[in-house]
């Protein structure tokens, strides 16, 4: 069994179905990468999987090293090794982004009521602020306070570094770099990816292949509305970029009239999906 075992997934918000059967295995020391358009339910995924409370899982199962993963609450998630980067990280005024990041690693590192030792945790957050050359001042700012739309992504890497994820969601991470950004965040993942200690899966969503040609995943999957349409090597990526989300959607756009009785819907004979 993968470290992750997402199966037949179906969520929704209010009355509002989004995930409609999603079917994923990763496991640590996997790269993998979701594209697909605006609305297709990549956020929700992530968001799931970490735990968000607002998203109501209707059926299917997600298992983590074996255990039921929607079973436990979001901070046991976190000291178990799972991690999201958010699309749209908040800020959190008053609370200094060392102050965070020192309760949160001493959290995932198992201390209960006392924090990491300062000296260690101000040694372990010097070396990972110069590595991912991010600006030395950003750990005396309050949490995404005032942050341009990279600095804030940069942050989410930060925090990445410091709490050594087993399984790392990724956001959009690489929306709103630069180029040059983009190259710094991907190159900040990868090294985190070859140092960890017991290794590290990567699940990274993006709207686009430039991350991609410097993350090179092992396993590129197609998302639209609500499933897993497609999964292949790195040149999906590629060819995603040349064709466009249309190309996606229009083989895979089900128009109502294709949905058979039993729910089915048969192109060239064979079921191509069955709608819920
Ligand atoms: P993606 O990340 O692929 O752009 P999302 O998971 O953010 O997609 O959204 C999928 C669908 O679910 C969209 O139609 C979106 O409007 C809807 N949705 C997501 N979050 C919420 C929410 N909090 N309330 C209502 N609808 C939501
Ligand atoms: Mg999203």
């Known amino acids: ?142 949490v995404n306070d005032g942050f341009s739309g990279g600095e804030k992504k940069r942050a989410e890497i930060l925090q990445m570094a410091m709490l050594e994820p087993q399984i790392a969601f990724m956001d959009e991470t690489d929306s709103g770099l630069d180029i040059d950004s983009v190259k710094v965040v991907a190159d900040g993942i990868l090294r985190m990816y070859d140092e960890a200690r017991g290794g590290m899966g990567v699940l990274m969503i993006t709207h686009y292949s430039r991350i991609l040609q410097f993350l090179r995943p092992h396993h590129v999957h197609i998302m639209y509305d609500g499933r897993i349409v497609v999964s292949g090597g790195p040149e999906l990526a590629e060819e995603l970029e040349q064709h466009g989300y249309e190309g996606i959607r229009q083989q895979f756009e089900v128009v109502a009239s294709e949905v058979q009785e039993d729910g089915a819907v048969r192109r060239a004979g064979k079921v191509f999906w069955v709608v819920h």
Do not use: W
């Open 1 to 142: 069994m993968a470290d992750l075992d997402i199966r037949d997934l179906h969520v929704q918000v209010e009355e509002k179905v989004i995930l409609k059967g999603v079917n994923l295995q990763l496991s640590v020391g996997e790269i993998h990468a979701i594209m697909g358009p605006n609305g297709s339910g990549k956020s929700t995924l992530a968001n799931v999987l970490m735990g968000n409370p607002f998203y109501q899982v209707t059926s299917g199962e997600v298992f983590y090293k074996g255990e039921d993963l929607l079973a436990m609450a979001p901070d046991e998630r976190a000291r178990k090794g799972l991690f999201i980067a958010f699309q749209y990280p908040v800020s959190i005024t008053g609370v200094t982004m060392a102050s965070f990041l020192r309760a949160a690693v001493s959290a995932r590192r198992g201390y209960k009521q006392e924090l990491m030792p300062v000296a260690e945790f101000s040694k372990l957050l010097r070396s990972k602020v110069e590595a991912l050359k991010i600006d030395p001042e950003v750990p005396g700012r309050y």
